[in-house]
C-alpha cells in the first residue's frame, strides 16, 4: 500500500501515479462522487421501435447517473444489475470490445485548490486502465499529464492516482479510460481532496421538519386549501414502503407524492415559504415525459417580475436564476443536462443561495454554479411548486445554506 508520506511527495512534484492493491485502504477523506458504486441508473434513450411499443430497455441497460460515458470501441458500456459481477454494491460497470476504448467521465469539478487530489477505482479484467484528467478552459479541454497505463488482473485491485492541478485551474474533469483489446468491470471509484466537506446528497431517507425550515411537504397528507392554492388536476399517489428500484409509477418515493396533471397548478406564499438573501430548496421529483420534449417546466418558482425560477427549460437546461424588473440578477445553469433524462425517473434536486454563491446539485452532482450572485431584496408574492405532468416529493425550503461546494476563491 501506498504511504501517505510517498503520495504526498508524488503531488508535490506534480506528477502522476497508479498502483493496485488488494486490500482497502485506511480511513478516506470525504468522497465527491455521489454514485460511486453505479446505483442511481436511468434508462437509456428508447430506439423506434421501443419508443412506439411505449418501452423500456432491459435493466441491464439502464445507465449510471451522474456520469458521462463514452466508447469509440465494438461495444457499449453495460451496467449489470448483478452484484456477484460487482465489488461492492449492486452494480458496476463493464465494456468488452476488441478494440478502441472506454471512458468515464465526471463534471466538471470546480478546483476549489490546487491538490493534491485523489481518485482511485477498484477494477478487475483484462485490458489497459488509465488515471486521468483536463484541465477545462473556458474554449478547450487540455489533457493533463499522465503517468503509463497499469495492465487490469483477474482479481479486482485497487488503483489510484495522485493529481496536482496546474496553477490557475478553475475546472477540472477526471477520467477514468480503458484502452483494448479490454473486458474491464469497473466499481466504487472514490475522488478525494484533503479539506472537501462531506455533503448528504441525494438523500438516502425522508428529510424532516427543523428549525430551519421554512415549509417542509413530505405530501402524505392532502394539502391544506386555506394555505395552498390548488388547481386543475392534483393528487397523491399510493404510498410506497421505501424508495423501489423499478421507481413503479403509481408511487412516492417515501410513502405518498404529490401528482400534477395535465393542467395543474399548486402554489402557496412566498412571503412565508421563501427568503431571498439565502436558502435552500431541495426535493424529488419525476417528470412524465423525457427531458428534451421541449417544454419549459418550473419545478419551483416565484412568478413575476420580481422573480425566482427553478426549472427545466425548453432547451434541456437546468436553470436557478433570480430577476427584478424582469431583468435577470444572477443564473447558474448546466447546458442541457437534462436532454437524455426519461420519463419516469425519481431524480434529487438541490438549490443554494446566499451572497456568496448559488449552487445547483442534481442527484448530488454538483451541475451548476456561480459566485458573487445579484439576489433579490423581495421576490412576489406567490411560490409555485412544480408544473403539469410531474411527482414531486419530500420537498422543504429552509432559510440559509445547508450544502456548499468549496469553489475557487477567484472565479471571475
Known amino acids: 500500500m501506498r504511504t501517505l508520506a510517498k503520495m504526498v511527495a508524488l503531488a508535490l512534484a506534480g506528477v502522476w501515479a497508479a498502483s493496485a492493491q488488494t486490500t482497502p485502504p485506511g480511513p478516506d477523506p470525504a468522497n465527491l462522487l455521489p454514485n460511486p458504486s453505479f446505483e442511481l441508473t436511468e ?211 417515501f410513502g405518498r407524492a404529490l401528482r400534477l396533471g395535465p393542467d395543474a397548478y399548486v402554489a402557496c406564499s412566498a412571503n412565508e415559504n421563501l427568503d431571498p438573501a439565502a436558502g435552500t430548496i431541495e426535493f424529488w421529483f419525476r417528470l412524465h415525459s423525457p427531458g428534451n420534449d421541449r417544454v419549459y417546466r418550473p419545478l419551483v418558482s416565484v412568478p413575476g417580475p420580481e422573480g425566482m425560477s427553478l426549472c427545466k427549460d425548453q432547451y434541456a437546461h437546468i436553470s436557478f436564476s433570480f430577476a427584478s424588473g424582469w431583468r435577470t440578477l444572477s443564473r447558474a445553469w448546466a447546458d442541457g443536462y437534462a436532454a437524455r433524462w426519461q420519463p419516469g425517473v425519481w431524480r434529487h434536486l438541490a438549490a443554494c443561495w446566499d451572497q456568496d454563491a448559488m449552487q445547483v446539485f442534481v442527484d448530488g452532482k454538483l451541475v451548476a454554479w456561480t459566485v458573487k450572485p445579484g439576489l433579490s431584496r423581495a421576490l412576489g408574492p406567490e411560490l409555485r411548486l412544480g408544473s403539469p405532468d410531474m411527482d414531486i416529493d419530500d420537498l422543504r425550503i429552509s432559510r440559509g445554506v445547508r450544502y456548499r461546494a468549496p469553489l475557487p476563491p477567484d472565479l471571475p
Open 43 to 253: 434508462p437509456p434513450p428508447p430506439t423506434a421501435t421501443m419508443a412506439i411499443a411505449g418501452e423500456l430497455a432491459p435493466a441491464d441497460q439502464w445507465l449510471p447517473r451522474t456520469w458521462d460515458l463514452g466508447s469509440d470501441g465494438s461495444a457499449p458500456w453495460r451496467c449489470p444489475d448483478d452484484p456477484a459481477q460487482a465489488h461492492g454494491g449492486c452494480r458496476c460497470m463493464a465494456l468488452a470490445a476488441a478494440a478502441g476504448a472506454g471512458w468515464l467521465r465526471y463534471g466538471p469539478v470546480p478546483a476549489h485548490r490546487s491538490g493534491p487530489w485523489a481518485l482511485a477505482v477498484w477494477a478487475r479484467g483484462t485490458g489497459q486502465l488509465v488515471l486521468g484528467g483536463y484541465d477545462v478552459l473556458a474554449d478547450r479541454w487540455v489533457r493533463l499529464p499522465v503517468e503509463p497505463s497499469v495492465a487490469l488482473t483477474p482479481e479486482w485491485q485497487l488503483h489510484q492516482a495522485v493529481i496536482e492541478l496546474p496553477p490557475g485551474c478553475r475546472r477540472w474533469l477526471p477520467e477514468i479510460s480503458v484502452r483494448g483489446p479490454v473486458e474491464a468491470w469497473l466499481d466504487d471509484v472514490t475522488l478525494t481532496c484533503p479539506g472537501l466537506p462531506t455533503l448528504p446528497l441525494p438523500p438516502v431517507a425522508p428529510l424532516a421538519r427543523d428549525a430551519e425550515a421554512l415549509l417542509y411537504l413530505p405530501f402524505e397528507e392532502v394539502l391544506d386549501q386555506d394555505a395552498f392554492y390548488v388547481g386543475g388536476t392534483v393528487g397523491l399517489t399510493q404510498p410506497a414502503d421505501g424508495p423501489a428500484a423499478s421507481d413503479p409509477p403509481d408511487r412516492g418515493r
